[in-house]
């Protein structure tokens, strides 16, 4: 997860422009109605960083929700508005998913539903870039109370680190394992969104596929090293280079510099000799 900066963006002359160029009469005529409520209800999610439990949907007729949920129809490639989407899609950072940093951003995500809250259908600080993956994973979902998902708008992540990795199983057989876990610096809140966020979207499992290519390629780069002659300890003069230049570019919490994080530790412990025999017959 990490933090995105959202564009200062009118929203309220967005909203207008977007309810104006609809072509039916009555939904541009609802939407009109409906605007007061609509621009409060921004007031409100800004004022409560889009925490679900302080923001009541507002009550409309069938009709103005679905006049209000087909607004962001505008927002597709080819509507009327999808310069919008296009800048709120560039927030992401090189492009990469802030809910799960993995892939890239394909998509707006509407932080709360839109069938939900219809009346946030085309507020700009409910429209999170994310990728396609956790666009389908999340749908609907909003959590309940402090179990929520990470806002990426809101949400300050401290830097703590939040996300673990054990590489080795009971057996001394390689098995990369990821999880959240309390830490001094972490604010409870946080971290009970954090895990959350994790369970929900299943951030434990393909941090875990993806770890298994990345000790792949550690194998080999072992067995090269061990063909040049190096002993045992290049792999830690490895490891070590990996993991301090992976948190620099990655942060404490990304699962790659999590992994030789753990890596490390093993190497420093007294199961070495088990993960050095695991990596080379990996
Ligand atoms: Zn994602």
Redesign the pocket.
């Known amino acids: 997860m990490f933090e995105l900066s959202a564009i200062e963006l009118d929203d309220e002359a967005n909203f207008r422009s977007i309810s104006n160029s609809r072509r039916a009469k009555l939904d541009r005529h609802l939407l009109h109605l409906v605007e007061p409520s609509v621009l409060a209800s921004y007031t409100a999610y800004s004022k409560s960083a889009g925490y679900a439990k302080k923001m009541e949907p507002i009550e409309v007729d069938e009709e103005t929700k679905k006049a209000l949920v087909r607004n962001y129809n505008s927002l597709d490639t080819g509507g009327s508005h999808g310069d919008l989407r296009s800048r709120i899609l560039g927030l992401a950072r090189n492009s990469r ?7 890239d951003v394909v998509t707006l995500d509407h932080y709360l539903p839109k069938n939900s809250w219809p009346e946030l259908s085309v507020f700009s600080r409910n429209l999170i870039p ?2 396609m ?3 389908w994973k999340k749908l609907n979902k909003v959590g309940i109370g402090l179990d929520r998902f990470i806002h990426p708008y809101f949400d300050s992540l401290p830097a703590a680190s939040v996300l673990f990795a054990d590489v080795l199983d009971a057996k001394g057989r390689i098995a990369v394992a990821y999880r959240i876990d309390a830490s001094e610096q972490v604010p409870e809140e946080l971290l009970r969104a954090w895990s959350f966020h994790f369970a929900e ?1 299943g951030l434990a499992d393909v941090y875990a596929a993806d770890a298994v290519e990345e000790v792949a390629v550690l194998a080999e780069t072992v067995r090269i090293l061990s063909e040049g002659g190096a002993s045992s300890v290049g792999i830690d003069e490895h490891v070590e280079i990996q993991l301090r230049s992976l948190e620099r570019v990655q942060g404490l919490n990304h699962w790659k510099p999590v992994l030789y994080k753990s890596i490390s530790t093993v190497l420093q412990s007294s199961r070495r000799d088990d993960f050095v025999e695991a990596i080379t017959s990996f």
Do not use: A, H, I, M
């Open positions: 998913c802030p809910y799960c940093r993995r892939v994310v990728c993956e956790c666009n979207l």
